[in-house]
């Protein structure tokens, strides 16, 4: 008879996640709800993560983590480092939670980080697991997060915030179909700073790389403005020409 393999958690090593949406107002970032915690004064809130299994690969540990934690599924996934400081884990909440859910709530944990571009549409998180709650939440308000989830996320704005400037990843968080003035709200949210409206459209349109679709908006309180689309093919062609600056 076969014997069955238990797989078996590792306790040193993790993977978090850094899910980030555009709800075309805000830049949305993807937590969990750990629930009550004993210390008051601490962030309940947390990026989805957790330690991986023996017979399981990064990847593979972190879209189960991902599917477990908040039930998102079909996303992809980019690695953008590792965390490793040896206090990592040293707010006293943390701790105690941890005797809570871990075998070994001593041990030390070096976290593989993994971030997302979707479109909040297409996904409807739900917690499961440890997670009371997953939610989305505005990027640039939170100023507090479990462990050191925090520098994760700011090391996941940075490295978002340089994409940008060499590919337009944005419109990986946008509808089909937008305006430019949602594209230009998406851009603020990234950077993190106001760009000015007339340069910024001057400068897309000088990229070519949007399809105006000659339609308008429906069932809007304001003036219904034009819908465009992102160009992949024109993209390709700027691409292959050796064109790389798309910052702002």
């Not at 908006?217 to 992949?232: C, D, I, T």
């Amino acid at each position: 008879m076969e014997k069955k393999i238990v797989s078996e958690l590792n306790p040193n090593v993790s993977v978090d996640c850094v899910i980030f949406g555009f709800d075309l107002e805000k830049l949305n970032v993807l937590v969990i709800d750990r629930g009550e915690i004993a210390v008051e004064s601490s962030s309940r809130l947390a990026l989805p993560g957790n330690l991986i299994y023996n017979n399981e690969n990064l990847d593979q540990a972190a879209y189960r983590v991902l599917e477990e934690l908040t039930g998102l599924t079909n996303i992809y996934l980019e690695q953008i480092g590792a965390f490793g400081d040896p206090n990592r884990i040293c707010k006293e909440a943390d701790k105690v939670w941890l005797q809570s859910i871990r075998a070994e709530p001593e041990a030390r944990v070096i976290t593989v980080a993994y971030f997302s571009l979707v479109k909040m549409e297409d996904y409807m998180p739900h917690a499961s697991s440890f997670a009371k709650n997953a939610e989305w939440v505005p990027a640039n308000d939170i100023t507090d997060l479990a462990f050191d989830h925090f520098d994760i996320l700011q090391g996941a704005k940075f490295n978002l915030k340089q994409k940008i400037k060499i590919q337009p990843i944005g419109f990986n968080l946008l509808p089909e179909k937008f305006t430019l003035s949602q594209l230009h709200k998406l851009y603020e949210s990234i950077l993190d700073k106001p760009l000015d409206k007339r340069n910024f459209r001057r400068k897309i349109q000088k990229l070519d790389i949007l399809t105006n679709l000659n339609e308008k908006q429906a069932g809007v309180p304001h003036k219904p403005s034009e819908l465009y689309k992102f160009n992949e093919a024109k993209y390709q062609d700027i691409i292959q020409n050796g064109y790389n600056n798309f910052g702002f």
